[in-house]
């Protein structure tokens, strides 16, 4: 199957520090990306919605201000956490779509970012 | 507003036993349903997906529009299906013409030998 990176896989930062986190499609080109959020023991929180060459669609309640999508190519999202502050610590992932009618999501291993 | 229920945060039973994972979902036009799974450590994956009505590892899933569930099922369990299942929708289209996927908060699945 089609196989989604993300980098780094974990990372540990000052608060007030931006971080970013980097998905791609390794083998195939993505039509769309998803940002998701993973609290322990919960579900998957879409935060945004990421289309190559366009802006994001961002979920209610997601600042987009704080939480920058780049979509660069169709195969690679990046997410910028900016000025990140401890309650922002999760496990952040990333799954993308390959288009031509499918909507299976390929996902990412997920990157664990915690905020001191 | 699209929404995907899973009632059990956790099902647990013995190998060999029947299994059956509930989804509930609540959409407004034709939605597609999905079934991913998350083994210890691993990423998340899909399992099956409604429109394939296909059998992976011995799950099936019928999608009832009806009783609008999309309920996973395997005759008989292996310890090897301890894992994490989630329901998911893909329902309505973004501005940017994305459909968006909705995940239930998912179940835990304990295979005791």
């Known amino acids: 199957g089609a196989v989604v990176s993300q980098h780094p896989s974990r990372v540990i930062c000052k608060s007030g520090t931006s971080v970013k986190i980097e998905c791609r499609s390794l083998?195939?080109?993505?039509?769309?990306m998803f940002w998701y959020r993973q609290f322990p023991k919960q579900s998957l929180m879409l935060m945004a919605t990421?289309?190559?060459?366009?802006?994001?669609?961002?979920e209610q309640g997601v600042e987009k201000d704080k939480f920058l999508i780049n979509h660069a190519s169709l195969t690679l999202s990046t997410l910028t956490v900016t000025s990140a502050h401890p309650e922002d610590s999760s496990f952040y992932i990333c799954?993308?779509?390959?288009?031509?009618?499918?909507?299976?999501?390929?996902f990412g291993p997920g990157t664990r970012l915690t905020v001191l | 507003a699209q929404r995907v229920t899973q009632p059990e945060k956790l099902l647990s039973v013995f190998k060999g036993a029947p299994v059956e994972l509930k989804c509930n979902y609540s959409?407004?036009?034709?939605?597609?349903l999905f079934w991913y799974v998350q083994y210890s450590r691993q990423r998340l994956q899909l399992l099956l997906r409604?429109?394939s009505r296909e059998s992976i590892k011995g799950f099936t899933a019928d999608l009832n529009k009806g009783e609008t569930s999309f309920h996973l099922k395997k005759p008989f369990a292996q310890e090897e299906d301890s894992a994490m299942y989630y329901c998911?929708?893909?329902?309505?289209?973004?501005?940017?013409?994305?459909?968006?996927?909705?995940f239930g908060r998912g179940t835990s699945l304990i295979v005791h030998p």
């Open positions: 959409y407004s036009g034709s939605p597609e």
């Open positions: 998911a929708l893909t329902g309505g289209v973004t501005a940017g013409g994305s459909y968006i996927p909705t």
């Open positions: 083998d195939f080109q993505a039509t769309t």
């Open positions: 990421s289309n190559e060459g366009s802006k994001a669609t961002y």
């Open positions: 409604h429109i």
């Open positions: 799954s993308a779509i390959a288009g031509g009618g499918w909507n299976e999501q390929f």
